[in-house]
């Protein structure tokens, strides 16, 4: 069962595990069933296994144990879940595993067991999500109200799985990148990662277990919903501007593009052929941002009445969206207006300007919205938009006006009155919702902004407008000087990085090739894009080439902690690290070389490992071979060394063919063949080549008879083949036409329709 699916087989030898995942038809695979998310029951489970299998988990609480009467060699667990659940939230695991336990008392007084399991050689790395879980329980009770119910809650740690993790009633389900942490062997990004996705998946308990989904088509419910909370806790556990900023960098890279290809769904999908396809950003992410959206409109009172009416009203049921809605509505009927963000696919575009009337001192903003009509669907309307504003005085820089506008119209115009001079407008502030804005700016607007914004997701948002304008003036917008920008960088950075240095790191943020690609409809050059991209990237280097010395030695290595101001240090002196080798800044290579060797944590030893990788240094191939044989023995921090040479500046295809036949390459592990496949794709100039683009189809046919579910996730990656230039375009068109006729999976087989049809729509 290479699929992953229902019941499978992980891992051999001693590390043998019997492992279900049942989301979202996968419990059919394993008997049969009306194994439908509306269909709820108690369930109670038996496992019988030998007893080399000490470890006999399944959902609820355990109520029997011991050994098979007839037979000394096997033993038997029967557990009960008092909980009416659908099938796909059924969970068992058969395997020799150690645990690590504690327990939570609930604000209901209830005494619950904590366990999370893992192999032996891992448990030492499970304290981080002990941890994570204990908080999760507690930020709950303290925001929505919502108490766990059973006496025990399990996480058990798999490596071969195709999901992220699963939130299987009491009987968590994770890929082991996404639980196992620890600072050696764990970069501070993925263990933020592993603190947020125990939050989503506790947080599912109430929001897509005690109340779950009428049908599939409802995914958005749960997970849009749940993603949202997640986003809030991880909001609370950092800073909340750069949290914000990683959400909508993802949502942007991610979502956008597929809104804006021949993949765009509605969050809430009106068909589908394989459900698992479904699983998108567009309905987590974009589902997310609804939500935030809804929550933003209310205010934190109302929007807690709602959902605890919501909580009220349904649980223990399968419900729908609309049910959703009507609950939230209850202090406020127009939110049911939002119906629509669910129901039309496509990013809206926000474009406006403002005029000022230095008489009656009124300050006039007309905005507009428009939604690209998505072929098979009907034509876009106007959708309820909150727009967040703040007025800033030129001369002094402070906020004298400050509201939420709410754009539900074609056009509007909003006036503010008893304004003196003409203020800089700062719009769509901490991104009050999922659209582009195309606002009429001056450079020296965006860049007033940088310096004086205090949301810090705005002066980010400033810095993205700036760079887009200078990168894509070769698609036919607007010219703009890097002068401007490069000024307000030098003036604002220095300051910053004493006071926020996790945001002074952000601020450096230039946006991605994938990213940039998705700004351009048609004549995309890979190399072009890719050539702007690091030219504007050396001129930033070069300009504050004097700064990145006293820069790094303001963060010199430290003995590890995990506080947030070390974690913004370390973030920070990785991308200064970065800039100095680009800028040549005299010592840099040695700078890397010693934090390589000196490094207290995987966050400084990966950094400058990726460094001397992406800049040919000097030391680099034997700093790789270091790392090897430092962790040869750890699965996950050898996926980061495939990872780092796969993505690599200048990898190639024979780079990516040498570790696809590696000693330590396994076609059976998802996490194993995304550090490769979704490392290599991150580099347009080499995979839209004929010999990238033939080594990566050779790759979706193989997991295509193997692994269909992530087969047509990767396959994802040439949605937008459609934009290239010629003789590209042809050439990838001929060979997803070619994979047409050589693969057989539904999975696969939607999705290349789907990535097909935008040579009829764009014709």
Partial sequence: NTALEGLYIAGSGSDTMFVTQCEPEGFRKITFYPDRPDVLSVFTTRIEADKRFPTLLANGNLIEAGE???????????????????????ASVIADLEVLSDSY?????????????????????????????????????????????????????????????????????????????????????????????????????????????????????????????????????????????????????????????????????????????????????????????????????????????????????????????????????????????????????????QSYDSDSQTLTITLKQQTRHVPGFDAPKPLPIPVATALFDKDSGAIIDERMLMLDQAEQTFSFDNITQEPVVSLLRDFSAPVQLNYDY????????????????????????????????????????PDIYLQALAKTLPKLAVTDAMLAARLLDIPSAQELASAIHQDYDPKVVKQQRNGLYKQVAQTLKNEWTALYNQLPLQPYSDTPEALGKRALRNVVLDMALTAEV????????????????????????????????????????????????????????????????????????????????????????????????SQPTVLWTAEGLSLFTGVIKTLDGTNPVLASR???????????????????????????????????????????SAAEASA
């Fill in 714 to 756: 990767l396959l994802q990656v040439l949605a937008r083949w459609y934009t290239l230039a010629e003789p590209t375009r042809q050439m990838a068109q001929d060979e997803l036409v070619a994979l047409q006729q050589q693969v057989s999976s539904k999975n696969v087989i939607e999705t290349l329709d789907s990535v097909l």
């Fill in 105 to 353: 008392t609930t604000s209901e007084g209830r005494e619950v067991l904590l366990e999370l399991y893992a192999k032996r050689d891992d448990i030492d790395k499970c304290q981080v999500g002990m941890q994570a879980l204990k908080d999760s329980m507690r930020w709950d009770e303290v925001n929505y109200g919502r108490a766990y119910d059973l006496d025990r809650y399990m996480i058990v740690a798999v490596s071969q799985f195709n999901m992220g993790a699963m939130e299987n009633k009491g009987l968590n389900i994770f890929n082991t990148a996404c639980v196992l942490s620890s600072p050696e062997t764990t970069t501070d990004a993925r263990s933020f990662s592993v603190k947020s996705i125990i939050a989503h998946e506790y947080f599912h308990n109430w929001t897509g277990n005690r109340i779950t989904c009428r049908d599939w088509f409802q995914l958005c419910l749960k997970e849009g919903l749940t993603v949202y909370r997640d986003q809030s806790f991880s909001a609370d556990q950092q800073s909340s501007a750069v949290q914000r900023i990683d959400d909508v960098a993802t949502l942007r890279a991610h979502q956008f593009s597929e809104d804006a290809g021949p993949l765009a769904h509605p969050v809430r999908p009106e068909s589908f052929v394989e459900i698992n396809n479904f699983y998108t950003t567009t309905v987590y992410e974009k589902g997310a941002e609804i939500v935030r959206m809804i929550a933003n409109t209310l205010g934190p009172k109302d929007f807690r009445k709602g959902t605890d009416e919501y909580f009220r009203r349904y649980d223990g049921q399968a419900v729908t969206v609309e049910d959703f809605l009507s609950a939230l509505s209850i202090t406020d009927s127009k939110i049911e207006d939002f119906i629509d963000w669910y129901r039309q696919p496509g990013t809206p575009v926000v474009s406006g300007h």
């Fill in 442 to 481: 001056q450079d020296e607007d965006l860049a007033f902004l940088l310096e004086h914004e205090t949301n810090g997701f705005n002066q980010w948002q400033v810095t993205q407008m700036l760079v887009n304008r200078i990168l894509l003036t070769t698609q036919g917008n607007k010219k703009s000087s």
């Fill in 68 to 90: 098979v009467a007839e037979d000394n060699t096997r033993h038997y667990a029967i557990w009960h879940d008092p909980t009416n659940k659908p099938s796909y939230l059924f």
């Fill in 586 to 681: 005299a010592g840099a290579k040695e700078w890397a070389q010693q934090q390589y060797e000196n490094a207290s944590c995987m966050t400084e030893r990966f950094g400058a490992l990726k460094a001397m990788v992406n800049h040919r240094v000097a030391g680099a191939d034997k700093c790789l071979a270091d790392f090897y044989q430092r962790f040869y023995d750890n699965d996950l921090v050898i996926d980061l060394w495939f990872s780092v040479q796969a993505s690599s500046a200048h990898v190639t295809t024979q780079d990516i063919k040498a570790l696809l036949v590696h000693d330590d390459f396994d076609w059976n592990t998802p996490n194993r063949i995304r550090s490769v496949i979704s490392a290599f794709t």
